[in-house]
């Protein structure tokens, strides 16, 4: 899925509590924050969690969304130790999985996942330093070569030179496994492939009264494994392995309290290690201007709406250039203070992993219910779509998808939650790439802090 380049800014004196989300998965994780000290939660759920595919939020009025409300009386608690809130957490899911290699020739599995996770942060001075450490495991009970074990560790600091400037830092390392659905996962591999990264990023943000400009640069290092194809043949996946250099500048200008006007820049270098013989090189350059407007009409509705241009550029004539319009859009509508409706809208290039092709662009939408039944129990409706059209190859994917689920707060350690989501992806083209159907049914648990 795409995700966004905006950087925005919100007046402090239009809101207490603002934050900054990341612009693309190229851009490293999350550094522009809040104006004022988040809560602990919030920390330390955003420095593992940089890559969302997940728009602003601009809140202007005391107006929330059903997920964004807080439930004191539902919230996990922290543990507090000489100036060091630690939130320990423990995800146990079991889920049904139709079609676990993502075929037409589907096969199904039950799968247990554990994800253990330690987060902790703390304040001395004008300095906010948070951690984190996450463990993921999945396993196939009737397919265990698909099982899988990733981990993420992650450190952020801001300091806070005064009330109108801060300073940003942070890094994140790990390993992670390509969900076989992703467009860009190749096709004939016995396992997922994995992948191991390392980043780091520093940033900056000042305040001008109703301006705010923010800045930022990063750098990613991805190193793909080699996969076995079905007569256990090598694949060689280094060709993937790259280096991602990005930087951002962001303005944005609240011309009164529900609406402002911002604009942003982004560009980026990817240089990569190896490439296949007699193949072109996949190294490119690149970069995404987007100005928009982000207003409340009213306590029932707020938007954001970002509309631009990207292009990204090969060094090598093989691989043509790409560009094209970007699109980030997301509107909200409080039907009731028990419903929220949120709209999406995205649209840009992706980094494509198939041979022979260098990328390919995605256009996403989304619409989203959230439903309080009771006080604790959250009920949710979605349903998606997103066209991928690859660049060099005749390959495109239309892929729709629905989900129903239900979280539901059982006391402030636990709380319980189901989901069942549906994905349909059609391929066409000379090389059509993957085509299948899924369904998935899950239950889980979580429980954390004290």
């Given at each position: 899925?795409?995700?966004?380049?905006?950087?925005?800014?919100?007046?402090?004196?239009?809101?207490?509590?603002r934050?900054?989300?990341?612009?693309?998965?190229?851009?490293?994780?999350?550094?522009?924050?809040?104006?004022?000290?988040?809560?602990?939660q919030?920390?330390?759920?955003?420095?593992?969690?940089?890559?969302?595919?997940e728009?602003?939020?601009?809140?202007?009025?005391?107006?929330?969304?059903?997920?964004?409300?807080?439930?004191?009386?539902f919230?996990?608690?922290?543990?507090?130790?000489?100036?060091?809130?630690?939130?320990?957490?423990?995800?146990?899911?079991?889920?049904?999985?139709?079609?676990?290699?993502?075929?037409?020739?589907?096969?199904?599995?039950?799968?247990?996942?554990?994800?253990?996770?330690?987060?902790?942060?703390?304040?001395?001075?004008n300095?906010?330093?948070?951690?984190?450490?996450?463990?993921?495991?999945?396993?196939?009970?009737?397919?265990?070569?698909?099982?899988t074990?990733?981990?993420?560790?992650?450190?952020?600091?801001?300091?806070?030179?005064?009330?109108?400037?801060?300073?940003?830092?942070?890094?994140?390392?790990?390993?992670?496994?390509?969900?076989?659905?992703?467009?860009a996962?190749?096709?004939?591999?016995?396992?997922?492939?994995?992948?191991?990264?390392?980043?780091?990023?520093?940033?900056?943000?000042?305040?001008?009264?109703?301006l705010?400009?923010?800045?930022?640069?990063?750098?990613?290092?991805?190193?793909?494994?080699?996969?076995?194809?079905?007569?256990?043949?090598?694949?060689?996946?280094?060709?993937?392995?790259?280096?991602?250099?990005?930087?951002?500048?962001?303005?944005?200008?609240?011309?009164?309290?529900?609406?402002?006007?911002?604009?942003?820049?982004?560009?980026?270098?990817?240089?990569?290690?190896?490439?296949?013989?007699?193949?072109?090189?996949?190294?490119?350059?690149?970069?995404?201007?987007?100005?928009?407007?982000?207003?409340?009409?009213?306590?029932?509705?707020?938007?954001?709406?970002?509309?631009?241009?990207?292009?990204?550029?090969?060094?090598?004539?093989?691989?043509?250039?790409?560009?094209?319009?970007?699109?980030?859009?997301?509107?909200?509508?409080f039907?009731?203070?028990?419903?929220?409706?949120?709209?999406?809208?995205?649209?840009?290039?992706?980094e494509?992993?198939?041979?022979?092709?260098?990328?390919?662009?995605?256009?996403?939408?989304?619409?989203?219910?959230?439903?309080?039944?009771?006080?604790?129990?959250?009920?949710?409706?979605?349903?998606?779509?997103?066209?991928?059209?690859?660049?060099?190859?005749?390959?495109?994917?239309?892929?729709?998808?629905?989900?129903?689920?239900?979280?539901?707060?059982?006391?402030?350690?636990?709380?319980?939650?189901?989901?069942?989501?549906?994905?349909?992806?059609?391929?066409?083209?000379?090389?059509?790439?993957?085509?299948?159907?899924?369904?998935?049914?899950?239950?889980?648990?979580?429980?954390?802090?004290?």
């Amino acid at each position: 899925m795409h995700q966004s380049g905006l950087v925005t800014f919100v007046p402090k004196w239009a809101v207490s509590n603002r934050v900054f989300m990341p612009s693309t998965v190229l851009f490293l994780p999350l550094i522009l924050v809040t104006l004022l000290p988040t809560n602990a939660q919030a920390q330390q759920s955003d420095i593992l969690e940089d890559f969302r595919d997940e728009s602003l939020q601009f809140k202007r009025s005391e107006q929330l969304g059903v997920r964004d409300r807080s439930q004191p009386e539902f919230d996990p608690v922290p543990y507090r130790i000489d100036g060091v809130e630690i939130m320990p957490s423990i995800n146990i899911d079991t889920f049904y999985d139709s079609n676990i290699f993502a075929v037409r020739d589907a096969s199904d599995d039950l799968i247990i996942r554990v994800r253990p996770k330690l987060a902790a942060s703390t304040k001395f001075g004008n300095f906010n330093i948070t951690t984190a450490a996450e463990v993921d495991h999945r396993q196939y009970l009737s397919t265990d070569s698909q099982s899988t074990t990733d981990f993420t560790l992650g450190l952020r600091g801001r300091y806070d030179i005064g009330r109108e400037s801060q300073i940003y830092i942070g890094t994140r390392n790990g390993q992670k496994t390509e969900d076989r659905t992703d467009p860009a996962s190749p096709l004939n591999l016995q396992q997922p492939v994995q992948y191991r990264f390392a980043s780091a990023f520093f940033g900056a943000a000042q305040n001008f009264n109703r301006l705010r400009i923010a800045a930022r640069a990063g750098i990613e290092k991805r190193n793909y494994e080699d996969g076995r194809d079905g007569l256990d043949a090598l694949v060689d996946q280094d060709f993937r392995n790259r280096t991602l250099w990005t930087g951002d500048l962001g303005a944005e200008f609240a011309i009164n309290p529900d609406i402002s006007v911002f604009v942003n820049g982004s560009v980026n270098r990817r240089d990569y290690v190896s490439q296949p013989p007699l193949l072109p090189s996949r190294d490119s350059e690149g970069y995404e201007i987007t100005a928009g407007t982000s207003f409340q009409l009213s306590k029932l509705v707020r938007s954001e709406i970002g509309i631009g241009y990207f292009q990204q550029n090969f060094d090598d004539t093989g691989f043509d250039d790409v560009d094209g319009f970007a699109v980030q859009g997301k509107l909200e509508y409080f039907v009731t203070p028990l419903v929220t409706l949120t709209a999406r809208a995205n649209r840009g290039v992706e980094e494509s992993s198939t041979l022979g092709s260098g990328a390919f662009v995605a256009t996403s939408f989304s619409l989203t219910a959230d439903y309080e039944l009771l006080r604790n129990l959250i009920v949710t409706a979605s349903a998606s779509y997103e066209q991928d059209r690859f660049q060099d190859i005749d390959r495109d994917y239309d892929i729709a998808g629905a989900a129903m689920g239900v979280e539901w707060r059982l006391a402030p350690r636990y709380s319980f939650h189901a989901r069942y989501d549906f994905r349909d992806q059609d391929a066409s083209g000379t090389f059509p790439g993957r085509a299948f159907s899924r369904h998935r049914f899950l239950v889980g648990i979580t429980i954390a802090g004290m």
